[in-house]
């Protein structure tokens, strides 16, 4: 576990932040990185500064090789800036110009122990198919994402005999919730024998954030009553910024389709309609507008109903709750890589590394 | 995963906790049990309800094979009834008296894939020279184990190849404390880069449960002040009895010496001597006298210091809290033996399975 070689597939919020806590951690050497038009790979290290500097305000924030994203892909995951000031790995030093980023990260494959997929989530299908592209490849590592939606888990699903065939450990919805939380809940469950209920909550300010994390927020509001994935990628940044103007900056989501549910059902937890997840997201104050909390209710072996919960400090941010435990679980997915074990893992199955 | 087949030594409070709350856990079959004089073993799964009417008042919780307990171990354990009126294994239809009640289950180790060691921990190398006689006949499968004192742990590495050598998965402090909040600590830690401190404080209410828990009782007097191992076991139950009175029922512990804080830094997450935990004792109320609880203060990756929190609700019994978590880890121990790996792990590297 000394040395992990990791990979990032994008570089909009998600896999900057990644980058830059794996710094923190110990025993991650990043070796390749890309974004929608470029890639940098370096077998000794990337330099993450040098990286973070050139792709602030990538909010383009996945690569879209031409065969993975329709033509108005591009701007519908945000990406203001591709056509114009060149912000993005091309920019770096390090990078170079591609039109297939992700292709050229496979190329390196035997080299990479662990790939971070923080590719725009609006297409249900892209992860599941860049997944297939690795397992293609005979990569033989881990794979780990943040996703969000309960219906992409059934995808990796179908695919996980191939993905098995081709020694890969995949670690899907490994974030903060589905995620860090996920994990927190099917933990308190331990105290019952039968679970009534999982209801996680969250609490998200996004204001110095916000610029970074356009593509989060866009995959948020198709969350919102009225509004689907469809119509979410479809928004203009204009229309979106008339959307939150509307709500004065705090966008509030109860029962929304997160992939927590499955995932603790995966796990034998409870039945993915006994989870509930909602919360509220405020992009005009870095301070957290509610506390992020999982509740447990269950029956005990001897007949008490009770709600362990888990709280997370309001001072924890967004980043530090999805990227900390990213990495945790990637950490964990290598040990079980090496160990032999493959197929796709939820983050409820998984104890995350410190 | 549908069928474990596991066996319990000991038969005190938790080791009858854990057959009662198996019952209620999917895919557990219950095929060996045994205590000091007895041993009860079927194949097609043990007869539980009998077994815990028989052994109703066992207070004696542990089986002690003539090489592991000096003379004085009976008393010294608690075992007021075993030259009584033969409550234990031996009064049960499934059981029979026996001299070598462990060696009786090691005998049946191939048809074994998990044993709970539910055993007296007053001589600290008693489970680690169990572990020992289980890899010596090749035992194959999952020991696990409730233990609390940190300097165990050290017993167990120090016997890890050899265990390794006979596919031994061994989980070391699976109960509550160690265990659930040892888990519930390294998740917790997952929002942060670096940890400050991790706080255990738990809070028991064992009035009904008293007579079933006399070891455990025991063993927590050791850690007062005034009190250690030694002298804890060499006290009369009338001592015990005058000790209890003098505090009105009450027993208050600060900074422990238990197993979290050696796990934990087996784990990663931060240094033992970070680790702090403490509680209450009321053993005659069965309401917690405070809120079980696990607070982690850690610096995340931009800086900011918080304390995220585990509660455990205080409707969950004492009993609820260390056996649920034993069951969970125990399935997961059998999920990673059966896929080759094999060592030892402490409860903040495995993700309990539900």
Redesign the interface.
Known sequence: MDDIRFAVLGTGGIGR?TL??AT???GLTPVAACDRNGVAIDGDGLDVDELLDATEGNIASGPSDERDVAPDGGAAAGGVKQHGEQAGIVASDQGRETETPIDDVIAEADEIDAVLMALPNLEHDFIPRVAQRFADADYGGVLIDVLKRSRVIGMLEDREQRLVDAGITFVCGAGATPG?LT??A??????????ESVDIWWGVGLKSGYEDNRGTVREDIAHLDGYDIESAREMSEVEIEALIDERDGRLVFDDMEHADDVLLER???CDAEDVTVGGILDVRQDEKPTTTTVSVTGR???G??????????????M???V???AI?YLKAAVSRNR???YGVYGP???????
Not at 186 to 195: D, K, N, P, R, T
Not at 304 to 317: F, I, K
């Open positions: 932040r830059e806590v923190h951690r110990d860090l994990g927190a099917a933990l308190a469950a331990q105290s019952f024998v039968e679970i796990a034998g937890v005990t072996f001897d008490e109903t009770g709600t362990n919960t888990v709280r997370l400090d309001d001072a924890t941010s980043e530090a709750n990227n900390g435990p945790g160990a032999g074990d409820a199955e998984l104890m995350p590394t410190f």
